[in-house]
C-alpha cells in the first residue's frame, strides 16, 4: 500500500508541473474510469440476483396453494392458468372473459380428448356463472366437468388422485344446484326443458314421478350445502356426485298404522347423466336426464358403467327438520295444556319408512320434552352407515 501511496503522490506532483488544461483532463479522465467502475460493479451485482428462483413458504401456504380453485378462492386453479397462459389467452381471460370462453370451447371441438381444456373450461364457466348469475354458464359448467370425469375413451379417464378430480366433482355438483336454483337461492325446482348454453343448447328430461322414497313423494329441495348447522355437536357429509338437496317426505296415500314423521326432512342427490357428452359440445346442443336419489339408499349410483356415491348432507336435512318451531311445542306447552296429543293421530313416527327385517329402536322422551331432545344421538346413530343397515329409528 505504501509504494502506491507514494507511487500515487508521485503522479500528482508530475500533474503540478504540467499545464493546467493537462491536470484538468487527467482529473477527468479519472473521475470518468471511476464512474464506469461503479457502473461495472452495479451490474455485476445486479446480475448475481438469478431471474427465476424459489421461496419458502409455510406448510399452510403450501396446502392453500395446492388446494385453490375456483370455488374456493373465486379465482381459477394454476392447471387452468398454464392452459390460458399456453394458449396465450390469459389478458384476454382478464379482461373479456365470455370471448376467451367461446375460444377455448372451439379448441376443445377440435380436440375433444384433451382433459386440461376441458377443466380449464368447466373452472372458467363457473367462474363466469357466479359472476352473471347466468343459467347458461352454470350449465356450460356442469356440461364441461362432466366431460372431464366420464370420457368416451378409458385411456383419458382422470388419475383419481389428480386434485381436479375432486374439484371438477364440486364444479358438477354446485353448478347443477346454481342451474335449477329459484333466485333467492332457497329452492331448487327441477324439470324438463330445453335451456341454453353458451355455444348452443341442452335438452333435460326430467320424472317427477321417479322423486320418491318408498311410498313418500320428494319434493319442495332446498340447497342443502348452503345451509348452516346450529345447536348440533356433529354435522355428517357424505362426499359423492350430485346436487345436495333438502326435500320434504309426504305420503301418497292416506297412512295407516306405523307412519313416518310429518316433519321429517329427507337428504337426497340430484344427478344429471348426460349423453355422449363430446359429441353433444362438439354439435352444440346435448340430452342429459335428471334423476333424484335419497341419500339414505345405500347402493352407489352408475354413470357411464362407472359406480360413485352420492353427494348428501344427512346432518343438514335433519336440524332443517328440528327447526321448525311446531316441532318443540309439545315441551312446557304440551305438558301444561294437556291437550297437546289429543290433536296428534300418532305418537309413534318414524324417521323412515318400515323396512321389514331391520330392528327397531324406540326413543321414549320424558315429562316436558319432546322428541327433538334426542337430537345428538339420532344425528350419530343415522349417520353411521352399518347402524342404519341394520336399525330404524
Same mark, same amino acid.
Do not use: C, M
Given at each position: 500500500m505504501g509504494s502506491q501511496d507514494a507511487a500515487g503522490k508521485g503522479s500528482l506532483r508530475s500533474c503540478h508541473r504540467r499545464k493546467p488544461q493537462a491536470l484538468i483532463m487527467i482529473l477527468a479522465r479519472r473521475k470518468s474510469r471511476r464512474r464506469l467502475s461503479l457502473v461495472g460493479a452495479a451490474m455485476l451485482a445486479a446480475c448475481s440476483v438469478a431471474p427465476v428462483g424459489v421461496e419458502r413458504v409455510s406448510p399452510q401456504d403450501t396446502?392453500?396453494? +395446492?388446494?385453490?380453485?375456483?370455488? =374456493?378462492?373465486?379465482?381459477?386453479?394454476?392447471?387452468?392458468?398454464?392452459?390460458?397462459?399456453r394458449l396465450g389467452m390469459w389478458e384476454l381471460w382478464k379482461t373479456d372473459p365470455q370471448t376467451a370462453l367461446a375460444a377455448l370451447h372451439r379448441i376443445v371441438v377440435g380436440d375433444p380428448g384433451n382433459a386440461d381444456d376441458l377443466f380449464a373450461l368447466a373452472e372458467m364457466s363457473f367462474h363466469q356463472a357466479e359472476t352473471d348469475n347466468a343459467q347458461a354458464y352454470s350449465l356450460a359448467a356442469v356440461a364441461y366437468a362432466f366431460a372431464f370425469l366420464f370420457p368416451n375413451d378409458p385411456n383419458h379417464v382422470p388419475n383419481a388422485l389428480d386434485p381436479r378430480v375432486r374439484t371438477a366433482t364440486d364444479i358438477y355438483n354446485r353448478g347443477l344446484t346454481s342451474a335449477f336454483a329459484t333466485p333467492d337461492r332457497s329452492r331448487v325446482v327441477l324439470r324438463s326443458g330445453n335451456f341454453a348454453l353458451p355455444f348452443g343448447s341442452i335438452e333435460i328430461s326430467f320424472n317427477s314421478a321417479s322423486a320418491k322414497w318408498h311410498d313418500l313423494r320428494l319434493s319442495n329441495f332446498t340447497p342443502a350445502d348452503e345451509l348452516?348447522?346450529?345447536? +348440533?355437536?356433529?354435522?355428517?357429509?357424505?362426499?359423492? +356426485?350430485?346436487?345436495?338437496?333438502?326435500?320434504?317426505? =309426504?305420503?301418497?296415500?292416506?297412512?295407516?298404522?306405523?307412519?313416518?314423521?310429518?316433519?321429517?326432512?329427507?337428504?337426497?342427490?340430484?344427478?344429471?347423466?348426460?349423453?355422449?357428452?363430446?359429441?353433444?359440445?362438439? +354439435?352444440?346442443?346435448?340430452?342429459?336426464?335428471?334423476?333424484? %336419489?335419497?341419500? %339414505?339408499?345405500?347402493?352407489?349410483?352408475?354413470?357411464?358403467?362407472?359406480?360413485?356415491?352420492?353427494?348428501?348432507?344427512?346432518?343438514?336435512?335433519?336440524? %332443517?327438520?328440528?327447526?321448525?318451531?311446531?316441532?318443540?311445542?309439545?315441551?312446557?306447552?304440551g305438558f301444561l295444556r294437556g291437550d297437546f296429543f289429543e290433536r296428534r293421530s300418532s305418537q309413534l313416527v318414524g324417521l323412515q319408512p318400515y323396512e321389514p327385517g331391520e330392528i327397531p329402536v324406540v326413543f321414549i322422551h320424558g315429562t316436558a320434552s319432546s322428541a327433538g331432545r334426542w337430537a345428538d344421538l339420532l344425528n350419530d346413530l343415522q349417520s353411521d352407515p352399518i347402524l342404519r343397515e341394520h336399525f330404524q329409528f
Open positions: 396446502q392453500r396453494q +395446492l388446494t385453490s380453485n375456483v370455488i =374456493s378462492t373465486d379465482d381459477v386453479r394454476p392447471d387452468t392458468r398454464i392452459v390460458l397462459q348452516r348447522v346450529e345447536g +348440533l355437536r356433529s354435522v355428517y357429509r357424505l362426499h359423492g +356426485l350430485g346436487s345436495s338437496l333438502v326435500a320434504d317426505a =309426504s305420503a301418497q296415500t292416506q297412512e295407516t298404522g306405523f307412519q313416518v314423521s310429518a316433519d321429517l326432512k329427507v337428504p337426497v342427490s340430484a344427478v344429471l347423466r348426460i349423453d355422449d357428452p363430446e359429441q353433444g359440445l362438439a +354439435l352444440g346442443h346435448l340430452r342429459g336426464r335428471l334423476e333424484v %336419489y335419497p341419500a %339414505y339408499e345405500p347402493a352407489p349410483v352408475e354413470v357411464r358403467g362407472r359406480s360413485f356415491p352420492l353427494e348428501a348432507d344427512p346432518t343438514a336435512a335433519f336440524a %332443517y327438520g328440528l327447526s321448525d318451531p311446531k316441532v318443540w311445542e309439545s315441551e312446557y306447552g
